[in-house]
């Protein structure tokens, strides 16, 4: 590999270059060493910006000289592929959008550009955000950094791979069902889901507009909340976007923990969790007790229903949102047409991997007449029921605390032509999603050398909770702050 990182974190980075020990330009030639070392090895990136990152480096070095430089200028970053970049193409994974060019960026993307962070480039996916194993992507599969024969977790894997690989500090991700804090747990990262509505989506190209959330992976806690508070608050642009104020997410970090009430949901330990993953979680929980937190079993009944209830829901609104590639105005489309059915169905076809048709499939047929009762509404009542199971739990507890996946990296193309067995592996983080709620996902340990993944969920707009519970936890551990050796 090339010359590490001088530092692992983002806040350290940013320690570093305020007190000049190095400039943009030189951390950021740094990054690009190490992504171009790496990317063989990993396919983490699609699209790779090395001249116009450089040139943001060489701006945020020149705003420093002038006295202008906020807490993250000159910071080094990278953005999943989902996210709409001006000038920079946005494929979602997909051969339908392999050669799309934005012409505008999304608000998170231009938040952190004006916070003065250096994208290094567009990172590898699932296609179209479905999937739990970063092999649904038309630009091959990422490889877990930990074991390359092995998935790093999806879709946001390429996000997940390159931080724990210390190829990029920090990067952008999103999560429909748990695609931040699985790949997070799976590559032992730090991964958080905000509320739906606290960062704007605009500009986030939609599998599902009622689940899809942005947010961020990173190294730790500290990082997460430093990037989180130039990425959230109101868009007007975006129409699920809440009009609430910000928090200061790192003034928070150090709060005491001592009265805090943790729930362990006992659906979580039932069945079909690893014993040496629950094994990890249950030191982590010790962890917790010892800094004075307060720990109690709670029950979500409805909770084992999140998997079927999701896999009605999200092909439903994905089958409406991919309407629109249809080879008529942009995205993908076939040779020599002979008519227009022939374009839709030959450009579709075509353009959309396996997964991807599944699941539109499954939207269409839940969403037919017949079957809208039967199946959609349906899924809607119990996805109200899983909001109360957790409204209930928040009466008594301030966090919940379970795994984030039930085993850890499972290897590539062990479970491709088993979508259920695949499916399964985001019953622990689905329901966050499904009532809207933020979720962290942090490094506790390995088990078999492998990462494992603690899971924080909180009440709406309890980030910053979350925030400071993770971040005491990694005061007392080192689990985040190690890299694997191929990549040290």
Same mark, same amino acid.
């Given at each position: 590999?090339?010359?590490?990182?001088?530092?692992?974190?983002?806040a350290?980075? *940013?320690?570093?270059?305020a007190?000049g020990?190095?400039? %943009?330009?030189?951390?950021?030639?740094?990054?690009?060493a190490?992504?171009?070392?790496?990317?063989?090895?990993?396919?983490a990136?699609?699209?790779?910006t090395?001249?116009? %990152?450089?040139a943001?480096?060489?701006?945020?070095?020149?705003?420093? %000289?002038?006295?202008?430089?906020?807490p993250?200028?000159g910071?080094?970053?990278?953005?999943?592929?989902?996210?709409?970049?001006?000038?920079?193409?946005?494929?979602?994974g997909?051969?339908?959008?392999?050669?799309?060019?934005?012409?505008?960026?999304a608000?998170?993307? @231009?938040k952190?550009?004006?916070?003065?962070?250096?994208?290094?480039?567009?990172?590898?996916?699932?296609?179209?955000?479905?999937?739990?194993?970063?092999?649904?992507s038309h630009?091959?599969?990422?490889?877990?950094?930990?074991?390359?024969?092995?998935?790093?977790?999806?879709? @946001?894997?390429?996000?997940a791979?390159?931080?724990a690989?210390?190829?990029?500090?920090?990067?952008? *991700?999103?999560?429909?069902?748990?695609?931040?804090?699985q790949?997070?747990?799976?590559c $032992?990262?730090?991964?958080?889901?905000?509320?739906? $509505?606290?960062?704007?989506?605009?500009?986030?190209?939609a599998f599902?507009?009622? =689940?899809?959330?942005? $947010?961020?992976?990173t190294?730790?806690?500290?990082?997460?909340? =430093?990037?989180?508070?130039?990425?959230?608050?109101?868009?007007? &642009?975006d129409?699920?976007?809440?009009? @609430?104020?910000?928090?200061?997410?790192?003034?928070?970090?150090?709060?005491?923990?001592?009265?805090l009430?943790?729930? =362990?949901?006992?659906e979580?330990?039932?069945?079909?969790?690893?014993?040496?993953?629950e094994?990890?979680?249950?030191?982590?929980?010790?962890?917790?007790?010892?800094?004075?937190?307060?720990?109690?079993?709670? @029950?979500?009944?409805?909770?084992? =229903?999140?998997?079927p209830?999701?896999?009605?829901?999200?092909?439903?609104?994905?089958?409406?949102?991919?309407?629109?590639?249809d $080879?008529?105005?942009?995205? #993908?489309?076939?040779?020599?047409?002979?008519?227009?059915?022939?374009?839709?169905?030959?450009?579709?076809?075509?353009g959309?991997?396996?997964e991807?048709?599944?699941?539109?499939?499954?939207?269409t047929?839940?969403?037919?007449?017949?079957?809208?009762?039967?199946?959609?509404?349906?899924?809607? &009542?119990?996805r109200?029921?899983?909001?109360?199971?957790?409204?209930?739990?928040?009466?008594s507890?301030?966090l919940?605390?379970?795994?984030?996946s039930?085993?850890?990296a499972?290897?590539?193309?062990?479970?491709?032509?088993?979508?259920?067995?695949?499916?399964?592996?985001?019953?622990?983080?689905?329901?966050?999603?499904?009532?809207?709620?933020?979720?962290?996902?942090?490094?506790?340990?390995?088990?078999?050398?492998?990462?494992?993944?603690?899971?924080?969920?909180?009440?709406?707009?309890?980030?910053?909770?979350?925030?400071?519970?993770? #971040?005491?936890?990694?005061l007392?551990?080192?689990?985040?702050?190690?890299?694997?050796?191929?990549?040290?």
């Open positions: 590999m090339a010359q590490s990182l001088p530092e692992p974190t983002v350290a980075l *940013a320690r570093g270059l007190a020990r190095y400039s %943009a330009v030189e951390l950021t030639r740094a990054c690009l190490r992504v171009e070392a790496a990317q063989p090895q990993l396919n990136f699609i699209t790779i090395a001249e116009a %990152a450089l943001a480096a060489a701006a945020a070095d020149a705003a420093r %000289a002038a006295g202008r430089a906020g993250l200028t910071v080094p970053i990278a953005h999943k592929d989902i996210f709409c970049t001006s000038d920079v193409r946005t494929t979602c997909s051969k339908m959008l392999a050669n799309f060019v934005s012409p505008y960026d608000t998170i993307v @231009s952190l550009a004006a916070a003065g962070t250096v994208n290094l480039g567009k990172l590898n996916m699932d296609e179209f955000a479905m999937g739990s194993s970063n092999e649904t630009f091959g599969p990422v490889r877990n950094p930990w074991d390359t024969a092995r998935v790093p977790g999806g879709s @946001s894997g390429g996000s791979a390159a931080v690989a210390r190829i990029a500090p920090a990067a952008t *991700a999103t999560d429909t069902g748990g695609s931040i804090r790949p997070a747990a799976l $032992g990262v730090t991964g958080i889901k905000p509320t739906y $509505g606290r960062v704007s989506r605009y500009g986030m190209i599902a507009s009622s =689940l899809d959330q942005a $947010g961020l992976i190294v730790s806690a500290e990082d997460a909340a =430093l990037l989180l508070g130039a990425m959230a608050g109101f868009d007007p &642009r129409s699920t976007s809440v009009d @609430s104020p910000v928090p200061d997410y790192a003034a928070a970090l150090d709060a005491p923990l001592a009265g009430r943790i729930g =362990l949901v006992r979580f330990f039932e069945k079909g969790l690893d014993a040496e993953c094994a990890r979680i249950r030191e982590a929980i010790a962890v917790y007790e010892k800094l004075g937190a307060r720990v109690q079993e709670v @029950s979500c009944p409805n909770l084992p =229903l999140s998997v209830t999701y896999y009605v829901v999200a092909p439903a609104e994905c089958s409406s949102n991919l309407a629109r590639f $080879g008529v105005r942009f995205g #993908h489309r076939c040779e020599s047409p002979r008519n227009l059915t022939d374009l839709y169905s030959r450009s579709r076809g075509e959309f991997g396996a991807v048709k599944r699941r539109i499939m499954t939207g047929y839940v969403l037919s007449a017949g079957y809208y009762d039967a199946y959609y509404l349906k899924a809607q &009542r119990v109200q029921l899983i909001s109360a199971d957790f409204a209930r739990a928040f009466e507890v301030d919940l605390l379970g795994p984030t039930p085993t850890t499972f290897e590539i193309g062990a479970k491709v032509d088993d979508p259920i067995t695949m499916y399964l592996n985001d019953i622990y983080t689905i329901g966050a999603n499904l009532a809207g709620l933020p979720g962290m996902s942090i490094p506790v340990g390995f088990a078999g050398g492998l990462p494992v993944g603690l899971q924080l969920i909180g009440p709406h707009f309890s980030e910053a909770r979350m925030l400071n519970a993770a #971040h005491r936890y990694q007392e551990t080192d689990w985040h702050l190690r890299a694997p050796a191929a990549f040290a």
